[in-house]
């Protein structure tokens, strides 16, 4: 296939070899008739759309990532990495506001929360997020309405918009990234309150 496309020698050969057990795997799991839930046939992915790649045992120096065929790349790690982690592999995404990420895989020792030996029941409910069973309440914040008349708006400027035009691709960046915040604020929500409950 490199002789046939040439522009595939551009790409480094381990995310190729992943993309192949990638979907060896899947095709073992499609054709598997004792699974119980059935696999979606697959799909053709735009490149407006989510795009991921994985590289393995990769090399991290000074707030810098080394990437095959490409070289070391600047980061801004969210966490320290442990001295004693062992690097597994990496993922590289880019998602649709076209910003990339690096979410890099380590072996370590992790150490358990002490166990506090308390119990709670949880009702999750529509008007508030959750009760639990010492009285506490925890407010459903409905981030999707706070943001909803942006959506709109950005959705109506959309659909006026000549499409794959240079106005058309700022605007549904725009969109995107409208949804981003909101999908971020339910993340960060989520975190805290499971964090709460379990601390």
Known sequence: MKQKFVWIKEVSATALRQKENDFKKFKKE??????KSKIGKPKFKLKKNKQAYRLQYPSVKNNTLKLDKIGWVKIILHRQIPK??????????????NNYFASILVEQNIQEKTKTGKEVGIDVGLKSFAV???GTYVDNPRYLNENQGKIKKLNQHLSRKEKDSNRYEKCRNKLAKAYRKTRRQRS?????VSSFIIN
């Not at 499609?30 to 699974?35: A, I, V, Y």
């Not at 004693?84 to 506001?97: E, P, R, W, Y």
């Not at 960060?188 to 805290?192: A, D, K, M, P, V």
């Open 84 to 97: 004693d982690a062992k690097f597994v592999n990496v993922t590289i995404s880019k998602d649709k506001c």
């Open 30 to 35: 499609f054709f598997n008739k004792n699974r």
């Open 132 to 134: 639990l069973s010492d």
């Open 188 to 192: 960060y929500f989520l975190h805290n």
